[in-house]
C-alpha cells in the first residue's frame, strides 16, 4: 500500500515576534502545499525523492540526529520523531503498530522554499501523517504537529516554534488559526476575504538578509531581558505602562512592539468574529508593520517599500510577514484594487532596480489532508 497525504505552507496574518513571549498569533495555511508518498517496506532504510532536491537520499530506519544533513534531515528528523514515539507509547495505549522496517517516500512540493512560507514545517506534517497513515499508527493532528515541530528543533537543530507546523496541521479553509502559545490552545477564526470582495496579495520580496539569524537570538535575548527587569516571566504579562517604564530605551522599544503586536492580534480576532468587519483589520495590519520597523527593527527596505507602494495604491493595510529581514510582505486590498496594488509594488521595485517581487492572491486554504496519490 502507499498514503499520500499533503500539508500546506502558511502565512501569519498578525502576530509577529510574539510567540517566544507566549503571546497570540494568527496564520493561515496556503492553498501552496507539499505532498509526501510513503509505502512501507522490509528494506531496514529510508529512500526519499524531492522534485526540488537533485539526489535522492538514504539513511537507515534507526537515524540519530546528527546523522543526516541537508534538506534531507527535515524528513529524517520525522522518521526518528515517529519511532520515538511509537517505541514509548503512553500508558494505557495499545500496542504500536507494527513499527518502522523500512519505507520509500516521495516528495512533490509547489511551496516556495525558504521564502517564509514555512516549507520546512509542510515537508515534516505531510511525510509525518503519510508515515501515520501507511503504518496505522492512530496519531492525531496535534501530536503529529508536536512530533514535526521536534524534527526541527532536535533533528535539523532549528529552535522554531510550534506555529507553523500546528498551522499545517489545524487550519481550516476560510479561517486563519488563532493560537495562543502560552497555552497552546487554539480556535479557527473565520477569515474569508473573498466573500467580503477583499484580496490578500502575498508579495514574495525574494530578499534575504545575512542578519537575519543573529538578529532573531538578540530579539529573543531583549525580550527575556525587558521581562526580567519588569520581573515577570514573559511579556506576555507586561501593560504599556509597565514597558513605557522600562530606563533603556531599546529595550523599551522592543518590548513595546510584543506588548502591542499581542494587543493587534486580539483586536483583529475581534473584528473577524465580528461578522463584516474584515476590510477594518486593515490599519492593525499596517500599524504592526510600523512597530516591526520602528520599535522591533526587523524590517529592510524591501520590505518597507512593499508595505508603502502597495498603500500607496489602494491597499487597506499592509504589512511584513515572518522573521523580517527579506521574505514576504501581505497586502490586504478591496478587490477592485488589487490590480493596481500589484502594479505599483512592481513599479517600485523596478524603480529601485530591485528583481521583480512575486505577488499572488492568497486564500484561506485546509490543512493537512489525505490524497489521492498521481496515477503514473
Ligand atoms: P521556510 O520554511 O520558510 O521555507 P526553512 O529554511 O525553514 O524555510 O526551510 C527550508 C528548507 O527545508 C530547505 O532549505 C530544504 O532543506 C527543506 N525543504 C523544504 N521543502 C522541501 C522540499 N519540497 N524538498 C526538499 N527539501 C525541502
Ligand atoms: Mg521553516
Known amino acids: 500500500m502507499t498514503a499520500t ?51 535522492p537520499a538514504t539513511f537507515s530506519v534507526d537515524v540519530q540526529p546528527g546523522d543526516v544533513t541537508g534538506w534531507a534531515a527535515y ?19 495499545g500496542d504500536p503498530a507494527g513499527g518502522i522496517s523500512g519505507l520509500e517516500v516521495t516528495i512533490r512540493s509547489d511551496v516556495p522554499v525558504g521564502a517564509g512560507l514555512s516549507s520546512s514545517a509542510a515537508l515534516e506534517c505531510s511525510v509525518a501523517c503519510a508515515i501515520n ?37 489545524l487550519c481550516e479553509e476560510g479561517h486563519a488559526l488563532f493560537l495562543d502559545c502560552r497555552t497552546m490552545q487554539t480556535r479557527a477564526v473565520p477569515f474569508d476575504p473573498d466573500h467580503a470582495d477583499l484580496t490578500l496579495l ?13 538578529e532573531y537570538g538578540d530579539r529573543r535575548t531583549s525580550c527575556e531581558e525587558a521581562a526580567s527587569r519588569l520581573g515577570l516571566d514573559s511579556l506576555r504579562d507586561a501593560t504599556l505602562d509597565q514597558v513605557t517604564s522600562l530606563s533603556d530605551p531599546v529595550l523599551l522599544r522592543r518590548a513595546r512592539h510584543v506588548v502591542t503586536e499581542i494587543h493587534r492580534v ?31 527593527e526587523v524590517s529592510c527596505e524591501e520590505l518597507d517599500v512593499a508595505v508603502s507602494s502597495a498603500l500607496l495604491a489602494g491597499a487597506l493595510g499592509a504589512r511584513m510577514t515572518g522573521g523580517g529581514f527579506g ?16 502594479q505599483s509594488v512592481r513599479a517600485a521595485y523596478d524603480e529601485h532596480g530591485w528583481r521583480e517581487p512575486t505577488i499572488w492572491a492568497a486564500s484561506p486554504a485546509r490543512g493537512a489532508a489525505s490524497v489521492e496519490p498521481d496515477p503514473g
Not at 140 to 167: C, H, K, Y
Not at 267 to 296: K, M, N, P, W, Y
Open 5 to 55: 497525504w499533503a500539508a500546506p505552507g502558511r502565512i501569519n496574518l498578525i502576530g509577529e515576534h510574539v510567540d517566544y513571549n507566549e503571546g497570540l498569533v494568527l496564520p493561515f495555511a496556503l492553498s501552496m502545499a507539499t505532498t509526501a508518498s510513503v509505502t512501507a517496506n522490509d528494506s531496514g532504510v529510508v529512500t526519499v525523492t524531492s522534485d526540488t532536491a537533485d539526489e
Open 75 to 93: 524528513v529524517a528528523g520525522v522518521v526518528w520523531a515517529v519511532r520515538e514515539k511509537i517505541d514509548q507509547p503512553a500508558e494505557g495505549a
Open 133 to 169: 497513515a501507511e503504518l496505522g499508527l492512530g496519531l492525531d493532528r496535534v501530536t503529529i504537529a508536536a512530533l514535526a515541530r521536534r524534527a526541527e528543533n532536535d533533528f535539523v537543530g532549528v529552535p522554531t516554534g510550534s506555529m507553523d507546523q500546528l498551522a499545517s496541521m
Open 202 to 214: 502575498v508579495i514574495d520580496t525574494h530578499a534575504e538578509h545575512e542578519l537575519a539569524g543573529s
Open 266 to 296: 486580539s483586536d483583529v480576532v475581534q473584528r473577524l468574529e465580528a461578522a463584516g468587519q474584515t476590510a477594518e483589520i486593515g490599519g492593525l495590519l499596517t500599524a504592526s508593520h510600523q512597530s516591526l520597523r520602528d520599535d522591533f
Open 327 to 342: 521574505g514576504c510582505a501581505i497586502a490586504l486590498c478591496p478587490s477592485a484594487a488589487a490590480g493596481a496594488v500589484k
